[in-house]
């Protein structure tokens, strides 16, 4: 089994910054990549980036410049680095994780709120 835990969300205005974290444990050795999604009010959960035990990294187009996802395998912490976000990220941001490539994330952190606003 694998734990996952976010932390790190909250109101942040446009053009800041916010930094949100993943903290992994139990079998986190078979983890084979770890990817942060979001959900608006009404809509799809999305990817919005993710990142391998090697540090391979993906990234939504709608954030691509502006986020940054890294690993710190000695924490075993996920961080998504969020700059100038805009109101259109709004929403509840989870980790997840997955042990195989191709397969779905099967293990998901319990949501952290981030609102963009002014």
């Known amino acids: 089994q694998v734990r996952l835990v976010e932390s790190g969300g909250g109101l942040v205005q446009p053009g800041g910054s916010l930094r949100l974290s993943c903290a992994a444990s139990g079998s986190i050795f078979r983890i084979y990549d770890m990817g942060w999604y979001r959900q608006a009010p009404g809509k799809e959960r999305q990817l919005v980036a993710a990142i391998t035990s090697g540090g391979g990294t993906n990234y939504a187009d709608s954030v691509k410049d502006r986020f940054i996802i890294s690993i710190d395998n000695v924490k075993n912490t996920v961080y998504l680095q969020m700059s100038s976000p805009k109101p259109e990220d709004t929403a509840v941001y989870y980790c997840?994780?997955?042990?195989?490539?191709?397969?779905?994330?099967?293990?998901w952190g319990q949501g952290t709120q981030v609102t963009v606003s002014s």
């Open positions: 997840a994780a997955r042990l195989a490539s191709g397969r779905e994330y099967g293990y």
